[in-house]
Nanobody
Framework: VQLVESGGGLVQPGGSLRLSCAVS????????VGWFRQAPGKEREGVAC????????YYRDGVEGRFTISRTSSNNTVNLQMNRLDPLDTAVYYC?????????????????????????WGQGTLVTVSS
């Protein structure tokens, strides 16, 4: 499985960005895709996750209501729409895949979010929120 993120960039506070994660390779129905972020000097943290089977989703505290995760099945892409961005949202954003349970437990902070802790990660895309 390979994942490629896109859509990062520089945005002013209060603005919006839409990130995309293109997933290639076989992913069973019981898999999920998660978005994570790592700010400078901080550990990687979860943002949101979504089920490949039924598009059910989960959000980490602090982003629900501002961020929306969605899936486009036609091109196997998972999107993260980010609104009302704040400078504290500045980070490298990664997507990752594994079983839905493992991905969402990692998003929730119940599992480590290291490179070896989920099956596959993308290379990351930088989001900078600054005036």
């Amino acid at each position: 499985v390979q994942l490629v993120e896109s859509g990062g960039g520089l945005v002013q506070p209060g603005g919006s960005l839409r990130l995309s994660c293109a997933v290639s390779g076989f992913t069973p129905d019981y898999y999920g895709v998660g978005w994570f972020r790592q700010a400078p000097g901080k550990e990687r943290e979860g943002v949101a996750c979504i089920s490949i089977q039924d598009d059910s989703s989960y959000y980490r505290d602090g982003v629900e209501g501002r961020f929306t995760i969605s899936r486009t099945s036609s091109n196997n892409t998972v999107n993260l729409q980010m609104n009302r961005l704040d400078p504290l949202d500045t980070a490298v954003y990664y997507c990752a895949t594994d079983t839905l349970v493992r991905v969402c437990q990692t998003v929730a902070g119940k599992r480590r979010a290291g490179q070896a802790d989920l099956e596959a990660w993308g290379q990351g895309t930088l989001v900078t929120v600054s005036s």
